[in-house]
């Protein structure tokens, strides 16, 4: 186990959508930290059961984001049956693409309450106790769509967009009180959910093309950013967006051409990880 500013011995972190995915590497990195799990899933109870095993036995939480109230009694749940939250992980998300102009009303209003009202309500579940004691972290995934959005990504983006803005909404609030809050992006990352799209050569090669680091991402490329904000040694960091991308957002690799090379056909589909 790491030990001194690394280490996450004696504190208990609470990991949103950690069925599979970015979230399961979340998990295990801040169980190797040291720090003790507890998970949250929606829809995959298999899943989330090798997770909680991969990180010792963890108990695990089922919750749909989408339905009002659903985060905030999920919150409620957790303290009660095991105690404080000192790190908090906001990993789980809905991603629903759609044409721009067939965007139902309905569609905006799952992404805000899953993506957004989300977020919102685990913070005050669990950040005013982490000021009290004078040490917290939260992280939330964020996304490359933030920075370079498209169309039938609108209500994704958006959510994304406005996530990191309530986030250093609170951060300035709290970071006196020794709390940090930060979101770290991925890019186009390689996960279960989309590892038959990444078998395809053809869409392989179109999505490397754009990345500067000339590979896609794993989830244990997302979950190192992850463990160090949450850590001592990030401890003067706090309102920031870290982007896990390969330099997507700093331009496309040399000699790529014209544009981020991602056409609709060529950019990943779309997950979600609540």
């Known amino acids: 186990m790491t030990a001194g500013r690394f280490s996450l011995a004696g504190r208990r972190a609470f990991v949103t959508g950690a069925s599979s995915g970015i979230g399961r590497a979340i998990a295990l990195a801040l169980h190797e930290l040291g720090a003790t799990l507890v998970l949250h899933h929606f829809g995959d109870p298999e899943g989330a059961a090798a997770s909680a095993r991969a990180v010792g036995g963890a108990p695990v939480f089922e919750a749909d984001f989408t339905r009002a109230g659903a985060a905030t009694a999920l919150a409620g749940a957790v303290l009660d049956r095991h105690g404080p939250i000192d790190v908090l992980i906001a990993n789980a998300a809905i991603e629903r693409r759609a044409a721009w102009t067939a965007l139902t009303e309905a569609e905006v209003g799952a992404h805000v309450s899953a993506n957004l009202l989300s977020l919102i309500a685990l913070t005050q579940g669990f950040v005013p106790a982490m000021a009290e004691r004078g040490w917290g972290r939260v992280v939330a995934t964020g996304s490359v769509m933030a920075a370079r959005p498209r169309a039938e990504a609108l209500a994704y983006a958006a959510m994304?967009?406005?996530?990191?803005?309530?986030?250093?909404?609170i951060a300035r609030e709290v970071g006196p009180r020794g709390v940090t809050m930060n979101v770290v992006s991925p890019g186009a990352i390689q996960i279960e959910r989309n590892a038959a799209r990444y078998a395809d050569?053809?869409?392989?090669r179109a999505v490397t093309a754009k990345i500067p680091l000339a590979r896609p991402g794993?989830?244990?490329?997302?979950a190192g950013a992850v463990a160090f904000l949450c850590t001592d040694a990030a401890a003067y960091i706090t309102g920031a967006n870290i982007p896990v991308d390969g330099g997507w957002t700093i331009g496309d690799a040399p000699g790529a051409?014209?544009?981020?090379?991602s056409s609709s056909e060529t950019r990943p589909a779309a997950v979600e990880r609540t």
């Open 257 to 261: 051409l014209p544009g981020d090379g």
């Open 218 to 222: 794993t989830p244990d490329d997302v």
């Open 201 to 204: 050569p053809d869409f392989r």
């Open 160 to 169: 994304k967009s406005a996530q990191f803005t309530a986030l250093r909404s």
